[in-house]
């Protein structure tokens, strides 16, 4: 059974806080990871892919994977009321052919 | 560079009726995704395409759902009879190459079925 497991959250934050969303995944033969962002009524958008083991950063972002745990977090520095929205974690359970698996999303909220 | 197209964005519809989804994906990607977006059950894969060949469609719910793809450039899924429980919002992605890829995504059609 493929599963992606995230918070549902909210997750509330003050402005200029780090935020950090979780996210775990059933099949450690995973090769792909990504994190979306989604704001209310629109589609989601990319923000970080990562394929290997550690911290990959962005700007404010950083995507951290640790395969051995199956576990992947984004973190998301000096949080602006911009960031909020609902944050998606996205698996590829096999190799290239196979379609992206999400979970329920986490609800990030950044107060003023 | 236009991006994944859907239509119509929003449908409400009543029960028993047939609705169908439209989606123009990125001019070049060879993959193309359907999938249901509800609170309760987040963002759900329903099936996708590989050069215009269904590929995996074990996340349609049931018989009254249907996809097609005709072309490259053109996919349809279609639900006839239509139930309350339907209602949703109805994604179409597209990528190069599949699961090592980004998904594109289209923005979406709201359907309502009463």
């Known amino acids: 059974q493929k599963e992606v497991e995230q918070n549902s959250g909210p997750l509330s934050v003050p402005e200029g806080a780090i935020a950090s969303l979780n996210c775990t995944y059933s099949d450690r033969g995973s090769q792909s990871f990504f994190w979306y962002r989604q704001y209310s009524g629109k589609s989601p958008e990319l923000i970080m892919s990562?394929?290997?083991?550690g911290d990959k950063e962005d700007g404010r972002f950083t995507a951290q994977l640790n395969k051995a745990s199956q576990y992947v977090s984004l973190l998301i520095r000096d949080s602006q009321p911009s960031d909020s929205a609902t944050y998606l974690c996205?698996?590829?359970?096999?190799?290239?052919?196979?379609?992206?698996?999400f979970g329920k999303g986490t609800t990030l909220s950044v107060s003023s | 560079d236009a991006g994944v197209i859907q239509s119509p964005r929003h449908e409400v519809t009543e029960m028993g009726q047939e609705v169908t989804l439209r989606c123009k994906p990125i001019?070049?990607?060879?993959?193309l995704f359907w999938y249901r977006q509800t609170m309760m059950r987040g963002l759900e894969l329903l099936i996708y395409f590989n050069n215009n060949v269904p590929i995996d469609d074990s996340g349609m719910p049931e018989d009254r759902f249907s996809a097609k793809m005709p072309n490259a450039s053109f996919s349809t899924l279609k639900i006839q009879p239509s139930e309350p429980r339907d209602s949703a919002v109805y994604f179409c992605?597209?990528?190069?190459?599949?699961?090592?890829?980004?998904?594109?995504f289209g923005n979406g059609t709201r359907l309502t079925v009463t």
């Open positions: 992605a597209s990528n190069l190459r599949g699961g090592n890829s980004p998904l594109h």
């Open positions: 996205a698996v590829n359970f096999n190799q290239a052919g196979t379609a992206l698996i």
């Open positions: 001019s070049g990607h060879d993959y």
């Open positions: 990562i394929y290997s083991n």
